[in-house]
């Protein structure tokens, strides 16, 4: 059974930092690419960064310079640094897994909140 689990959440005052982290079990992690994304209300699900195996990463412009995604191959963990937060920030963030082959192999985290906010 695939199980990814975030924690780290919460909310934070504009310019503040946050790091997420989602531990997976279920998968042989180094076949993933791990991503966040993130969902604010009345709006669809967007990317925010993707880390492969072998710590190739993407982000979205929004985050670039200011988010960092990291990977722990050895603990299945997958982490996103959440530097100098806007309120455009606050979402629910997700974390993603996906096989590199077969894409089919699709999972997602429960979510947790993010609240950028004075």
């Known amino acids: 059974q695939v199980q990814l689990v975030e924690s780290g959440g919460g909310l934070v005052q504009p310019g503040g930092s946050l790091r997420l982290s989602c531990a997976a079990s279920?998968?042989?992690?180094?076949?993933?690419?791990m991503g966040w994304y993130r969902q604010a209300p009345g709006k669809q699900r967007e990317l925010v960064a993707t880390i492969s195996g072998t710590h190739g990463t993407y982000y979205v412009n929004s985050v670039k310079d200011r988010f960092v995604i990291s990977r722990d191959n050895a603990k299945n963990t997958v982490a996103l640094q959440m530097n100098s937060l806007k309120p455009e920030d606050t979402a629910v963030y997700y974390c993603?897994?996906?096989?590199?082959?077969?894409?089919?192999?699709?999972?997602w985290g429960q979510g947790t909140q993010v609240t950028v906010s004075s």
């Open positions: 993603n897994a996906v096989h590199i082959i077969d894409t089919r192999a699709n999972y």
């Open positions: 279920g998968i042989w992690f180094t076949d993933y690419t």
